[in-house]
């Protein structure tokens, strides 16, 4: 159940991962990002952390991605066109990323054994639920980082309304 | 049991996606599409972060996505709004043309 | 033949998903009558009463004539999209029923009957998928390639994730009091007394009552906020250019997330499948209790359906600046209040 629950959506965020890569067309990446969204919150689902996927669900891909459709639909953005720097691009980006792989893949693989496998029983469920335990940690220990947290987010606000806002003329 | 799946597999995909976004941030020459493959690249971060709090047994592995998930959008906020501005400005979302400062 | 406990729990689920569905797609259709019923006699006209007694088969005429109309894809649009923006936009509208309880605890052989599935985060579920289905709105405007629709979903889609966070924000309140983001447990925290311990009186959950109201109202594009297909403005609005099966498709999805909204409204403010009159009424066996509680559930949602109808007809159009205005300066700042109220008030009595 769990392999073939991380194999179909493994494979559904990489194949959405690369279409990201390959789509021309800005909102056809965008909506391969929330492929791979989705797929990754059935992944957390999948490791015990039942909140996150919820919460992936609902940030990342009701309200990001949500903003950059919409941003999309309201420059009306068409397709790229390639110009002189994007050949470097292609000499830089694909040996960068496969060089990147390769690193953390041979790492990971490395410590494969001390890792262990994914056993839902030792998923952090028990008695208390996921979110019950989140929020016992989230409001004692980490109130401080929490509370910052929600002045950064006043900070974006402000700073996203007076960016976009029209400059008057007078 | 050969139907458990290791936690390395987990971080494999999440190098892959990371991988994948890399690229992305480095072929891809619209600037949005290139703010898309930075969230990419932001969420195969988170799945290592939930694969390591699943191997520990801890809920702080799953509160900093949660952190990362809070930066993200008002990342995307700010981001999407200057993209905004660039595009009311220059009339174009292509890097290789946004380049007033280089000359 | 002899089955195990797990191709019982696989069949038993497999039905379930089927009779639901099955239910909601009618329910969707007979909806879309009691509204043109209802309407109809509001404005002191019959609604249609000609096909079949009291006009009950006018469903199904419709949905042939849907389906025999010629299925038209304009040229310049963007097909794929074109043709995935009603599939998601219905599928979202169908899927958020998966985690409603529409009856009380009802085991069979280890499975709930009454439930398709029981989540620890069923409230985030249906919030996630709701989400999801702005897509659907979105890309319609965008892949038609038509101004009209392309202003549609614009609206649309600032209108729904400008209402989210006054909706989220409204359920937040009955959330701290149930203590729990499971449907059921939130249900089950209600039923004590019947109508006395319903959140929206016993739990003075009326100002999130109305909040919710508010947004669910916008959330699914429904009258006083259907700007997105104001017929004055915008023609149509976002499925302008959809026709026959495409359009129904838009069509079912508006009327499914009526019927989610209302789910999730009884579920969390009027006690759920729970009686009114608490354990007043509780008589026969258990199947009798079943059968009580889904009548119970399914009153519920047709007297919301019914305000919504009602709603529709008495209420004009908001302007633009008014309803976003209306989201982010009144609701939200009222659905933070009332968290807050409501947060001290369990506080205090916690310590006394």
Redesign the interface.
């Known amino acids: 159940m769990q392999l073939a629950l991380f194999i179909i959506f493994a494979a559904l965020a990489i194949a959405g991962a690369l279409n990201l890569l390959l789509q021309k067309h800005p909102i056809n990446s965008a909506l391969s990002l929330v492929v791979v969204m989705l797929s990754l919150a059935v992944l957390y689902w999948s490791l015990g952390a039942e909140f996150l996927a919820a919460a992936q669900v609902i940030v990342y891909s009701g309200a990001i991605m949500v903003l950059f459709v919409f941003v999309i639909m309201l420059l009306n953005a068409g397709e790229e066109e390639h110009t002189t720097g994007s050949r470097a691009a292609y000499f830089a980006g694909i040996p960068g990323s496969l060089a990147v792989f390769c690193l953390l893949s041979f790492v990971f693989l490395r410590e494969s054994k001390a890792l262990g496998n994914v056993h839902m029983s030792n998923a952090p469920a028990g008695a208390m639920s996921n979110i019950a335990q989140i929020s016992e940690v989230l409001f004692t220990k980490l109130l401080l980082p929490f509370e910052v947290t929600s002045i950064l987010i006043l900070v974006a606000i402000l700073g996203a309304v007076v960016l976009a806002r029209k400059e008057e003329h007078e | 049991m050969s139907t458990e799946v290791p936690i390395a597999a987990y971080l494999i995909l999440a190098a892959i996606l990371f991988s994948i976004g890399v690229g992305a941030f480095l072929i891809k020459r619209n600037v949005i599409s290139i703010f898309m493959s930075i969230e990419l690249m932001l969420n195969a971060v988170n799945l290592t972060f939930v694969a390591f709090a699943h191997k520990w047994g801890a809920v702080s592995g799953q509160i900093f996505v949660f952190f990362v998930m809070v930066v993200a959008a008002a990342e995307a906020a700010v981001g999407l709004a200057i993209i905004i501005a660039i595009f009311r400005t220059r009339k174009t979302l292509n890097v290789d043309q946004i380049n007033l400062m280089q000359n | 033949m002899h089955l195990t406990d797990f191709q019982i729990f696989l069949l038993l689920s497999l039905l379930k998903v089927a009779v639901v569905l099955v239910i909601t797609l009618t329910a969707v259709a007979y909806t879309v009558l009691l509204e043109r019923k209802v309407i109809g006699r509001m404005q002191n006209r019959w609604g249609p009463s000609r096909v079949g007694p009291f006009g009950l088969l006018q469903p199904l005429a419709d949905g042939i004539k849907l389906f025999l109309k010629e299925d038209l894809t304009p040229m310049l649009v963007d097909r794929p ?1 074109f043709l995935a923006a009603p599939v998601i936009a219905l599928t979202c509208a169908l899927v958020s029923v998966a985690v409603v309880p529409f009856g009380a605890v009802t085991i069979y052989k280890g499975v709930d009957l009454f439930e398709v599935a029981n989540v ?2 069923g409230l ?2 249906i ?3 709701t ?2 289905g ?2 659907g709105i ?2 319609s ?2 892949s038609s390639n038509n101004k009209f629709a ?1 202003l549609g ?2 609206r649309a ?2 209108q729904m ?1 400008s209402y ?1 966070l006054a909706l989220g924000l409204s359920l937040v309140g009955v959330v701290l009091r149930a203590g ?2 499971n449907l059921r447990t939130i249900v089950d925290s209600q039923s004590a007394h019947g109508m006395i311990s319903w959140n929206i009186f016993g739990g003075f959950q009326f100002v999130a009552f109305f909040i919710y109201l508010m947004s669910a109202y916008a959330e699914t594009n429904r009258s006083p906020f259907d700007l997105p297909e104001a017929e004055s403005e915008l023609v149509a609005g976002y499925h302008t250019e959809y026709s026959s099966m495409k359009f129904a498709m838009f069509f079912m999805a508006e009327y499914a997330n009526m019927i989610t909204v209302s789910c999730v409204a009884t579920l969390m403010f009027f006690g759920g499948a729970s009686s009114p009159f608490g354990h007043l009424t509780d008589f026969g066996g258990p199947i009798a209790m079943g059968l009580q509680s889904i009548f119970w559930f399914l009153f519920k949602i047709v007297a919301f359906l019914f305000l919504y109808i009602w709603v529709r007809s008495t209420l004009p159009r908001f302007r633009y600046d008014q309803l976003m205005g209306f989201g982010w300066k009144f609701l939200m700042p009222v659905a933070i209040v009332n968290i807050i109220v409501t947060s001290l008030a369990m506080a205090l009595h916690a310590k006394v």
Do not use: H, R
């Open positions: 999209l620890n985060v985030l579920v919030l996630g998928i989400s999801i702005v897509y979105a890309l405007g965008w392309l979903s614009l889609t600032s994730i989210e729990s983001l």
